[in-house]
């Protein structure tokens, strides 16, 4: 059974007053991210008076509105959702250049959005949902929540490249963190990474003189593809939301 959770059966207190980004987040508008550029544009109403900054909201009492339309916050229902994402599809919700989202994949009535990246010429595992607090914590790196790839090089795998890998390598004056890496042929081979830098993993490679030419991502702490075929999603289980819950 899908796991849809009703935030009136679980996560409300009386009179909580939220950020009104995250309030944003939490009812399924759009990201924080976003919301911020909403509001410098002029497009959020708190209690029928136009704001310009992120001011603090009583989600009981106040009305939110978006270009005069009030946010829904009565009976709010969460969606998780799994997708195996093909190759030439973008992790995000719309594209100025017309290119297709894992929206035009995942077509579902709530207002979904992806968490975090898997860039366009990366496929497998990514997370949509519509609750905010989960979005943030599966990617904040306080949580440290474990990713795993498979990459194949178009280079022979050397152990001093995957050594280098292992222990850290310098990416944009940055120094990765340490990662686990484990050879699989001489072409392939899988790590799981504690952080998530901006292509890291072609970043990384490139840092070590490889060029990668697939990259999949097979699982996040312990979610994994299991016979998610490549374009296929399906909601995630209560018990599959709890096991990630668990790690934060």
């Known amino acids: 059974m899908p796991y849809i959770m009703s935030t009136r059966n679980s996560y409300i ?38 704001v310009h900054s992120i001011v603090k909201v009583d989600e009981d009492k106040d009305v939110v509105s978006i270009d005069a339309k009030p946010v829904k916050t009565k009976n709010l229902k969460y969606r ?43 496929s497998g595992l990514i997370l949509l949902t519509n609750d905010g607090d989960f979005a943030l914590k599966v990617t904040h790196p306080r949580y440290n929540i474990p990713k795993k790839y498979i990459v194949k090089t178009e280079e022979p795998l050397t152990i001093g490249k995957l050594d280098k890998m292992r222990k850290g390598v310098f990416i944009e004056e940055a120094k ?45 702490g312990n979610l994994n593809l299991g016979d998610l075929k490549v374009g296929e999603f399906r909601d995630l289980t209560e018990g599959e939301v709890e096991m990630l819950k668990d790690l934060f």
């Open 13 to 50: 207190l009386s009179h909580m007053e939220l950020r009104l980004d995250s309030f944003l987040s939490k009812y399924g508008v759009c990201s924080r991210r976003k919301a911020k550029v909403l509001v410098e544009n002029g497009n959020v109403w708190v209690n029928g008076a136009v």
């Open 80 to 122: 998780y959702i799994v997708l195996n994402k093909p190759v030439g599809i973008l992790s995000s919700s719309k594209d100025d250049r017309g290119r297709k989202t894992v929206l035009d994949i995942v077509r579902v009535p709530e207002r979904v959005y992806p968490i975090g990246r898997l860039d366009f010429n990366s």
């Open 176 to 220: 990765t963190l340490p990662c686990e890496i484990k050879k699989m042929d001489n072409k392939t081979f899988e790590i799981t990474l504690h952080q998530g830098l901006k292509r890291q993993i072609r970043e990384m490679c490139r840092a070590v003189e490889l060029t990668v030419s697939e990259l999949e991502r097979i699982s996040i």
